[in-house]
């Protein structure tokens, strides 16, 4: 069984990560998508363990100082990590692992498992994605303004992945996503057994 794909998603508040990344779940069966603990509240109709671990500061730093954290980070006053158990374990088991994270985050997973995939969602203006995070209706103005501007600075760091994933319309950024999934498990690198075989074969 060979291990599965790490891949990181970021991309601004509202770009569409979590639509995209859920229908990725239908598209994919075989996805799972990391469950992250975050110190933020619960939106109406977020589940505990399902949408996120909603954890006090102090669980959460205690959780940083056990080191049972992949990457954590700050974003925009709460704190979100990831849990290295899970993760580790459905890599293991051949599962292709989605993180969907931001940029601060999506650096530390960078160093640490530089085979990882990176994904930087974007919509199709700026004037959209602003659209589409009021139009959530799960954040204050002041939460909005904050995350948009938030958003300008991520733009900055869009060079350092792999590819970008314009959400135009869901259909067509979850097949892309698809694509790029698909192109990555054939890169050389990542099949050295296989070519090893083919070439050794009378
Ligand atoms: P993120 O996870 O990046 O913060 P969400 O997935 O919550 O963003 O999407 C933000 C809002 O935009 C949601 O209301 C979602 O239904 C909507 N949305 C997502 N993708 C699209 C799209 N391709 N076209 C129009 N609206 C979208
Ligand atoms: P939200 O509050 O909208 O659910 O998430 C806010 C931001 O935190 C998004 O950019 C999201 O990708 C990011 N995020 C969610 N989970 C994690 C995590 O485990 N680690 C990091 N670094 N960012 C996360």
Request: proline share 4%; glycine share 8%; charged share 30%.
């Amino acid at each position: 069984m060979s291990r599965g794909l790490l891949l990181v998603v970021s991309g601004p508040s509202g770009a569409g990560k979590g639509t995209i990344c859920r229908a990725m779940l239908e598209h994919r069966p075989s996805i799972r998508l990391s469950v992250s603990a975050t110190t933020r509240k619960p939106r109406e109709g977020e589940v505990e363990g399902l949408s996120y671990f909603f954890l006090s500061e102090d669980t959460f730093r205690g959780m940083i100082d056990r080191k049972e954290f992949i990457e954590w980070a700050c974003f925009c006053g709460n704190y979100y990590g990831t849990p290295r158990a899970t993760v580790e374990e459905q890599l293991a088991a051949g599962h292709d692992v989605i993180l969907e994270i931001d940029v601060q985050g999506a650096m530390q997973v960078k160093s640490k498992f530089p085979e990882a995939v990176f994904v930087f969602v974007l919509p199709p203006s700026y004037e959209e994605l602003e659209k589409r995070i009021v139009g959530r209706g799960t954040e204050s103005p002041e939460v909005i303004h904050e995350r948009l501007e938030t958003a300008k600075r991520e733009y900055t760091h869009i060079e350092k992945y792999n590819y970008i994933l314009l959400n135009d319309y869901i259909d067509g950024a979850v097949e892309r996503f698809s694509a790029i999934i698909d192109a990555e498990k054939l890169r050389t690198e990542r099949n050295a057994e296989t070519i090893h075989t083919i070439l050794e074969s009378k």
